[in-house]
Structure formats: structure tokens, C-alpha cells
């Protein structure tokens, strides 16, 4: 469980975060979506460590993540993070890459962490891609390669930072299909994104993010059905046209 | 034609591999030390960077051979007992050519976005975990032409450890030609040899510049 308690960051006098709340269960899938600069991918970093925030408490399993005494590269290693740019290691090849942190942090034999990444291939659909370097490889492969590289550390939970928005659209869908079997598997899954048709199909909750804030959440059906805030209404506007 | 080069040749190519010597030294020491303040010169803790800018920017701004012979001087003072020459150059090398190196590979680290070492992080991988497996081979890969050119300036001023009387080949020369007198054949020998080394080396870095903007792989 993700418990986060009024979350507030600044950076210098800009406040990025405002009194965020949410818990985030077991096997639940969450989208948040709002504009650009709303604060959606700060928070992701926030949850894992990567960025500090001044204000409130996240609780990952109970652990907190704003403590000094936590280690946060142990906590990293139950959140796995899909990046909006891929952000492969352009120098290794695809299936060392997923070998990597098994190997070196779950000290795990070359043998079984290879085996594991070939298995995580499969089941993203590109086997055939092991040997090659995510230069040669397509956004939408590539995608599935960073899903891959995060599920190597069998993680508890899955944040996904815009995974599609710097896809062509027809490697959308691709994409789209490895996330909604996670979701479907019970994976707990926090997904930046405006893929509204993604969010109606396996999200228990979406979120709608502005100016740092949640402004409204809700189930799919109460959330696209009656929005209650004008400014909810305006974006879904803007992205279901 | 040229007694005075082929009746020393022995010598004098023996002071020539004492040059290769000081230099696989110097480059061993300063790009592995250079990997090091690369990563100071990009630390958001003050008391990391501060230190390691002012060793960079001081080492830079003052003539090599100065410190070659400040180093020949102050060492013995550190160390207790005189240092054979070979051993204070090598020192002054690396800590001189890692300024150099350590500004190469800050230019590289920068280079990688800031989510790249994100994602590492964010499968668990340490700092020196991301630092060994991700940062410093994109780095390395990324720089390699600057990397060989700064290797080239490296093994040229090799023969200003002549200061300290370190008999390399510069050196060599200047007693042969002591009792040869033959000016120009000799120092044109040594020219010689230099530009060849160094001009293979060049080749090389063009090479892996040509390579990586055709492979567009990193």
C-alpha cells in the first residue's frame, strides 16, 4: 500500500506540490492525468525517492519515504518506473540491461537473471530483440524494453511517467496491451497518462491533477459521466475531442 | 648520414620508452582520477564540489612544467626521503592530466539526462552502482575522441619530465648531442618519432568520431 499525506513541494518560492492525499491499495490501478505541468511527474519522483519534498508523508509499506534513516535504494527496488523518453542504456544490449540490477543488486547469477530477462521478452512480445541495442528499436519497442527492465526486480508496484506520449501513435496500442495485462494480473499500477481509453478499461481511480493540486477523482464511470469541477470538465473536453 | 642517430639508437630509443612509460602512467592514473573529479564537478554537495573546483581550476591555470618541478621539490618534504625522478613526474602527471580528464568526463556526465540515471536508480541500483555500469561507459564512449587527443597532449609533454632530469628521450638527445654534435639530425629524430605516435594516435580519435556520428548509437 502507498499511503501519501499531504504531499507539498516547492521549488525555491513555486510550490509544485499542494496537499496531495491518496492511498493507493493493493492489485489497484490509479491514472492521473491533468495538463502539463500539474505536478503528476513530480509526484511519481516523490514516491520513489527521486525527488524531496518539504511537506506531509509517504508511506511505502509503512516505510517512509522522506526519512533520512530509510534506504531508499532497498525502497527503489519495490517500485519499478517506466519513463516517458524510454531512457534505455544506450550502450548495453537489451538483455543485459534487464540482467543488470538483478545481477548487481539482487546478486542473482548471470545464468538466472538472463533467463528471467528472456522470459520478461516473451511476455512483452520481443524475444527476438535480445541482442539488440535500443538504438535499432522502435519507441514502442523500446517502451516495452524499459517495462521489462522494471519488472526484472519483480516489483510490488509500477509507475508509469507518460509511457505512450512520445510514441507515433501506431505503437500505441502495443504498449497499451502489455500495461493493461499488468493491471489485469493484479500488479498495483500508478500511471501518469491521457490515455483515457487505457484509464476506462483497468483504472479503479482516476485523478485529475492542476497548479499542483487534486482537484477531482473518482471511478471511471462517475469521473468521465460528471465531472464535478469546470476545469475537469474543460480538459476532458480538450482530450476526448 | 645520420652516425650519430644509428651509432645511439639504443639509448636513445630507450629514453623513447621511458616517454611511453611516464605517459601509460599518466594516463592510467589521470583518466581514473579524472573519472573521479568529473563526478566532483557535478556533486550538488558543496563540500565535494567546492574542493575539487578550486584543485581543477588551480592545476589548469599554471604551466605543467611548473608543476613538475614543484612536485619534484615538495615531494621529498611529504614523503620523508627523496623520490627517484620517474616516480615524482609520474605523480605530477596524473594529478596534472586528471584536471584535464576529469573536465572531459564532466562534460560527458552531463550529457546523460537526468531521468537515464533516474531510471537506474529507480531499479535499485546505487550511486556507485550507477556511476560504474551507466555513467562512466556512456561517458567514456561519448568523449573517446577528446578522450585520445587529451592522450596525444599527454604523451607529448612526457618529455618535459627533461626538467627534473628524468632521462627520457628529449633528454637522451641533449647528452648525445653534447659530445655528437649533430643538432638536427638528432632533434629531428626525435621530432620524428613524436609526430609518428602521436599522429597514428590521431588517426585513431577521427576514427571513433567518424564512428560514432555514422553509429549514431549513443
Known sequence: ?241 | MFSAVTGNLAYLLGGFLTNVQLAACALAGGIFLGMLVGLGRISTRKWVYRPVTVYVDFLRNIPLILVIFWFYFVMPIIAGRPLNAFVSAAISFIVFEATYFGEIFRAGYQSISRDLVNAAYSTGLTYWQTVRYIMVPIAFRRMLPSMITQSIITFQDTSLAYVIGLQEMVRRTSIVDSIEVRSIQLYSFVALLFFIVCFAGSRVSRYYEEKGRRANVL
Open chain 1, 1 to 241: 500500500m502507498i499511503e501519501i499525506k499531504n504531499i507539498s513541494k516547492w521549488y525555491g518560492n513555486f510550490q509544485v506540490l499542494g496537499d496531495i492525499n491518496e492511498v493507493i491499495g493493493r492489485g489497484q490501478t490509479v491514472v492521473i492525468c491533468g495538463p502539463s505541468g500539474s505536478g503528476k511527474s513530480t509526484l511519481l519522483r516523490c514516491i520513489n525517492g527521486l525527488e524531496p519534498f518539504q511537506k506531509g508523508e509517504i508511506l511505502v509499506d509503512g516505510i517512509s519515504v522522506g526519512d533520512p534513516k530509510t534506504n531508499l535504494y532497498k525502497l527503489r527496488q519495490r517500485i519499478g518506473m517506466v519513463f516517458q523518453r524510454f531512457e534505455l542504456y544506450p550502450h548495453m544490449t537489451v538483455i543485459d540491461m534487464i540482467a543488470l540490477a538483478p545481477m548487481k543488486v539482487k546478486k542473482k547469477s548471470k545464468r538466472e537473471a538472463q533467463a528471467k530477462a528472456m522470459e520478461l521478452l516473451e511476455r512483452v512480445g520481443i524475444p527476438d530483440k535480445a541482442h539488440a541495442y535500443p538504438a535499432n528499436l522502435s519507441g514502442g519497442q523500446q517502451q516495452r524494453v524499459a517495462i521489462a527492465r522494471a519488472l526484472a526486480m519483480e516489483p510490488e508496484y509500477m509507475m508509469f511517467d507518460e509511457p505512450t506520449s512520445a510514441l507515433d501513435p501506431e505503437m500505441i496500442q502495443e504498449v497499451l496491451e502489455v500495461m493493461i495485462d499488468l493491471s489485469k494480473e493484479g500488479m498495483t499500477m500508478l500511471v501518469v497518462s491521457h490515455e483515457m481509453g487505457f484509464a476506462r478499461e483497468v483504472a479503479d481511480e482516476i485523478i485529475f491533477m492542476d497548479g499542483g493540486r487534486i482537484v477531482e477523482r473518482g471511478t471511471d464511470e462517475e469521473f468521465f459521466k460528471n465531472p464535478k469541477h469546470q476545469r475537469t470538465k474543460d480538459f476532458l473536453n480538450q482530450i476526448l475531442k
